[in-house]
């Protein structure tokens, strides 16, 4: 009885449950809790034994749980435009209201963001650390015009980093420890490297997973990258993942004829009319530079600093399109759903291009479809539906085409 | 007609016509002209290489071939401008475009122009976050310098660190200019109605600084042997452009002033000189951590907010009208936070949304509604 396997899955959900009571448990001790940005360099935070929530995840985990129209009509209410991002819209809301039903999270004594994903970020941040007269720490990463990171970048971020700590150190009351950011730095690599295991799988012919599941653990990707056990937790996904391609089993329910890269945030307040969708044409996800992107290694703080600024939407056109055309080619994907995210503006400026490139340089067609990340008003189950069916028939009719 | 008449026909005549403007400029001062897409721009660099900076700022334009980049929910300016490259209306006029990315918009913006407008060089300058640290002020150097080097490249010359220089000391005096004139419109608000106000700042997008700030110079002079006038409903400006005639008619017709602006577009541009410092780079990354009261500029403590209750509980207005673009999240963000601190300090506000035709008309009733609750 005592040998009872874990699967990956229990691990997660009792690793992202342990996310929010540690942070409720400091909370309740007077420790100062911060609220960081998602794709911040959490190492220095780990490395300070700072404790965490990160609000774009939060917001996810509403948006999912069908509970983000209550916080965004919030926060539409104390005047919030609805073309703003929709975490942000969540997450005002959420601050206003003081909670939610499905999952609370402690209110920020600090806030931490980089500018990596986008602009709008710095301005959410800005709002939440005004609206509670608390401390607002940028480490700015700043957009990358150029192909690769400059060197003025790179000098921009190192020399950040002192007046960072000393930030840190006043809003946490907490020491530099540069053992344990080596220490940290190291985890956060295994960690990077499972990842990148697991992805390998997740894109592998057959797939041995239904693709939205890569979902859920990049929640805890997100909140934990620099813990042992989140690294145990996605070492378990890729051996599980391992296991399965090699006894040809996948957990993708029914036939999957297409395989489907998936472009954007995803559609968090209607996944699973998405997956099912999906799936009811034959289709399985099979590679998304949604997730893709947490598989960062490096091997010294430079290598650190450049994968941060390397991120999704911190990239010029060439870079984000080159990123998407290798996946393609590397998943073998027969086509690719674009997500129009009426939220996220950083990232629909260059979709149309983005989409040009996929489909000409990956040589794969493309349906786009309009949605949000947060805000369900603004998706259609007939247009998507559509659009989903428009792009299997095409993929069809090519298929045809290559066989004749 | 009397010689502040002319003057402002003049002004008038440049501000609704840019592109004659521009063209008449060019051939006077044998100049090139570089675009600066909306705010912000160190315009003293495009200067200072013997070129011409030129204000992108949008235009009268149907939406088409844009649509080819943008999705429709994008800042208007920004789509107007890269409508009007695609159209070819820049074509022979700019020998350059320099794209400052202060928000998302303008990064795409950036990466539009380069592959839609492979014509006319794009030449991005990313500000930083962290504008009042040395670290901030250092990358913003390096920018600049990248820029720099660029239109030294295109313009074929070697800019000196005394050309910088003095196209430093030529803006500060310009802005000097820009403030006295803004400073003196306010007692003449019979003369200088909002449309008059916003055509003198506009104007000086498409003119040579040196030669217009002589004739701000002017204008401000003639306004002093006028007798002063106070209007019936002073206000103040804030946000990023409040161009649409529509509008600043609607102002006028409804007793409308303006006291005093933070528009990026106006006085926002104006307010503070470049300071003091080691070299014109180092000076020109300086004035970005001095910038303030804009939506574009990092500042947590919400200053703006602040600046704008005292104008008018000192009495230099009675209201606030905060005007941005459709779709521009600096201002989105930043308006919540100025409905509830206006509300709190019963001070009248109005937030503007500006597109296109239609919405102007739209913003017109509601700067009337706004005037019937100013005192």
Known sequence: MGNETIRAKDLLNRLLDRHYQEAWTAKRQGKPVGWVSSNFPQEFLEAMDLTVCYPENHSTSLSAKH???????????????????????????????????????????????????????VKWFENVANLCNIPFIVFDIPFNHEYEVSRSRLEYMRAQIPELIAQLEKAAGTKWNEARFQEVMAISNE????????????????????GFEMFNYMALM???????????AIRLLADELEERYHTGETTFRGEPRFRI?????ACWPHLKHNYQTLKNNGCNLTGTVYTETWGRTYKNLDEMLRSYSVVLDNTNVDHACDRRIQLARRACCDGALIHMNRSCKAWDGILY????????????PTAVYDGDQSDPRCYSEGQYASRVQGLCEVMENRRGEGAQ | MSRLDCILEAISNDAKHPTTAIRRELERTRKKAVGCMLEFCPEELIYAAGMLPVGLWGGNVELSLVKRYFPAFFCAPVQQNLELALQGAFDGLLTAVIVPILCDTLKSASQNWRIAVPQIPMIPVTYPQNRKSRSGQAFLRCELEDALKKLEQINRCKVS????????????????????????AAHHTDIITPAVRHSVFQAGFYRDKADYLRTVQELTAQLELFPQTKGRHPIALTGIAL????????????????????????????AFPVPDGDDGLTRLAAWWGQVRCSSLAADPRKE????????????????????????????EYDEPIFHSAFQAAGIPHLYLELNDAPSAEQAAARVQGFAEMLP
């Open chain 1, 353 to 364: 291009e983005m989409e040009r490139r996929i489909r000409s340089q990956a040589k794969i």
């Open chain 2, 161 to 184: 660190e005394q050309d910088v220089t003095n196209a430093i000391l030529l803006y500060n005096r310009y802005r000097q200019t820009m403030r006295e004139f803004a400073e003196r």
């Open chain 2, 304 to 331: 703006r907010v602040e600046y704008m209750i005292r104008l008018v509980r000192e009495g230099r207005a009675q209201g606030v009208i905060v005007s941005a673009p459709s779709f521009c999240d600096p201002e």
């Open chain 2, 243 to 270: 161009d649409v005639p529509r509008v600043l008619e609607a102002m006028e017709q409804n007793g409308l002033s303006v006291a005093a602006d933070t528009l990026a577009q106006e006085y926002g541009q104006a």
């Open chain 1, 67 to 121: 509970e983000s129209m209550d916080m965004i009509g919030e926060a539409e209410r104390l005047g919030y435009n609805n073309d703003l991002c929709g975490y942000a819209r969540v997450n005002l809301g959420f601050l206003s209201k003081g909670g939610c039903e499905s999952l609370q999270m402690p209110m920020p004594d600090y806030v931490v963001c980089s500018n990596n994903i986008c602009n709008q970020l």
């Open chain 1, 222 to 232: 997100v909140c934990a990258r620099g813990r042992r056990e989140t690294v145990e």
């Open chain 1, 191 to 210: 960690c990077g490297e499972q990842w990148q295991r697991a992805s390998r799988y997740f894109e592998a012919v057959p797939s041995p997973m239904n």
């Open chain 1, 261 to 265: 890269m998936m472009e954007g945030i």
